[in-house]
């Protein structure tokens, strides 16, 4: 399953969340309360609890819009921290890469030569099930890494590991990369 | 050649290192991140009932494709939804009350079946003084409601049989041989006798390869009169008029519910509609409810338009597909009106006039359909 910072609606993943949410709240409240030499830490922490899960005692939807909220934040947060990691990428690793040169052989010193290759796509399948960037995979940066001459590829794994904890989930309902169209 | 990838490696590691520096923060807050939903998930885990995969739900079946498993009593997850609970009958009908115990028969597809909620919480639970048994499954068309009637027969006999349909996908389904690879009997037009047919032989425990997963769906194009929506309406009729015979022949009394998509029962959603039809300015988002009653007034049906007693708040906002509990409690108690009809001997007064030259012109549902009965039902006509 591809990591995602989005939570299902679901009642026990929205339940969960809150649980998780509330504890940290209090927690982070209870520990400020402490550090700042507050009377009762615990009191803090316990009131920071109830003020947030009090209104979904009062209003129910209020746990789901809460997940909203979380989901929409992390949506936006996703889209900067993508331009971000892609700005940084491309001035700082991919044209600095590029000088070294290419190896991409278009196949123009031997014509007769296809430069398409055959793909197992059981395999291909099974290596799309595994997000895990160093997966020992098929096809894909993995296997391009492992390919001679090419290691320097593997400096490319924490960034294909943070883009794809901060794509686009939405773009996952398009039309698949994979299907051939004319128009 | 060598020289050129180990020079490339060695600009690659050096050019790498100021790079994450750069992203370190992001690295971090991500992977912080990536804790925090993980733990949510891990407690959703621990919380959440365990539930069966939809395949172990659903058993082959030689005339309907597929139909629910027997005896189930497990918790399935909806799509785009959440994890709810099933339980079937000795023949894999929702709820446990056998067919013979039952005073109205609810035919239909995955509304029938009561998805999206628990099957105790469902339309055909929640009124203890009516007794009724839901016959459904996910993905059902008008084809399979005929099916089961056919096969049901005397069984029928003297119950109220109400069928739930949903022009939104079963104007479609009945013309397809499969539901997202489930192979699934249709009605095709038999070119030569010009007489319509179901057809089953293609009926296997193997998948349909060439499914389109359902992912096209037709009934904009349906709300614009012309071949298209004519070749579906027309099949449509084929089948009402079958179910009908059906329970005549079983001595059972039919009535009809079609289940309106919400996006007709909103003016953002009809105009969506419009804009899906491909042609906004013929489109007439009540068409189908306008057929079907057609249809209904020639076999001598009673028809209930549920655009007339549902809201949008009827349905699961989120998955924009089925009830939630409020649409299962209106629709228990819309059945309840029904039935008191049916027992009043008053539901047959209720069956429309042939409106086909109504169809022709696009008209307000109400004034294709005659005024509810003095009960209140609200019936369409």
Redesign the interface.
């Known amino acids: 399953m591809t990591?995602?910072?989005?939570?299902?609606?679901?009642?026990?993943?929205v339940?969960?969340?809150w649980?998780?949410t509330t504890g940290?709240v209090s927690l982070s409240i209870g520990l400020m309360a402490f550090v700042r030499g507050a009377p009762a830490p615990a009191a803090w922490a316990t009131a920071a609890a109830i003020g947030l899960v009090l209104p979904g005692l009062v209003w129910r939807p209020w746990f789901e819009t809460g997940v909203w909220f979380w989901n929409g934040s992390?949506r936006r947060v996703a889209a900067a921290?993508r331009t971000?990691?892609l700005a940084?990428?491309y001035y700082?690793?991919f044209t600095?890469?590029a000088?070294?040169?290419s190896?991409f052989d278009p196949g123009t010193r031997r014509p007769a030569r296809s430069t398409w290759h055959e793909r197992d796509r059981l395999a291909s399948h099974q290596d799309d099930r595994v997000w895990w960037p160093f997966a020992r995979r098929t096809h894909g940066l993995a296997a391009f890494a492992r390919t001679?001459?090419?290691?320097?590829?593997v400096?490319l794994f924490?960034?294909v590991f943070?883009l794809t904890?901060?794509r686009d989930d939405e773009q996952e309902d398009a039309v698949p990369g994979s299907t051939y169209t004319l128009y | 050649m060598p020289a050129r990838s180990t020079l490339r490696a060695l600009i690659a590691v050096a050019a790498v290192v100021p790079c994450l520096i750069l992203l370190l923060p992001v690295i971090v807050g991500g992977v912080a991140l990536l804790l925090f939903v993980s733990t949510v998930r891990v407690i959703g885990r621990v919380l959440e009932p365990a539930f069966v995969s939809w395949p172990d739900l659903m058993v082959f079946d030689r005339t309907l494709g597929w139909r629910p498993r027997p005896d189930l009593d497990a918790r399935y997850l909806a799509d785009r939804d959440d994890v709810f609970r099933i339980v079937t009958d000795g023949e894999g009908w929702p709820g446990r009350r056998p067919l013979y115990e039952s005073d109205v028969v609810v035919v239909g597809d995955s509304f029938a079946f009561g998805y999206g909620v628990d099957t105790p919480r469902s339309f055909a639970e929640l009124d203890p003084r009516l007794r009724v048994k839901a016959i459904g499954a996910p993905g059902y068309s008008m084809v399979q409601g005929v099916r089961l009637l056919e096969q049901f027969g005397p069984r029928l006999k003297g119950k109220l049989i109400v069928w739930f349909l949903y022009p939104e996908n079963d104007l479609q389904d009945n013309l397809a041989p499969e539901m997202r690879q489930y192979r699934a009997p249709f009605a095709r037009l038999d070119q030569v006798r010009g007489e319509w047919e179901i057809v089953d032989e293609h009926l296997q425990p193997l998948k349909w390869e060439c499914s389109n997963l359902d992912t096209t769906r037709l009934f904009p194009r349906f709300c614009v009169s012309g071949p298209f929506s004519t070749r579906a309406f027309s099949a449509c009729d084929y089948l009402i008029g079958r179910a009908e015979r059906a329970c005549r022949e079983a001595g059972a009394d039919l009535a009809v519910v079609t289940i309106p998509h919400p996006m007709q029962l909103t003016k953002r959603g009809r105009a969506r509609l419009a804009w899906q039809s491909g042609n906004a300015a013929l489109c007439d988002a009540d068409l189908s409810d306008r057929r079907i009653a057609d249809s209904c007034g020639r076999y001598g049906i009673a028809l209930v338009s549920g655009a007339q007693h549902l809201t949008a708040r009827d349905y699961k906002w989120r998955e924009g597909i089925h009830w939630n509990e409020r649409g299962h409690r209106k629709m228990a108690s819309l059945l309840a009106r029904i039935y008191d009809s049916f027992q009043a001997r008053l539901l047959h007064d209720s069956v429309a006039e042939p409106v086909s030259e109504v169809v022709a012109r696009p008209a307000p549902i109400g004034a294709a359909i005659k005024s509810p009965p003095a009960e209140g039902l609200g019936v369409g006509r």
């Open positions: 990591p995602s910072l989005t939570i299902a609606f679901r009642r026990a993943e339940a969960g969340f649980l998780v940290l992390m921290l971000y990691v940084v990428s700082t690793l600095a890469i000088c070294g040169g190896s001679a001459g090419n290691t320097w590829a400096t924490p960034l943070l904890l901060l």
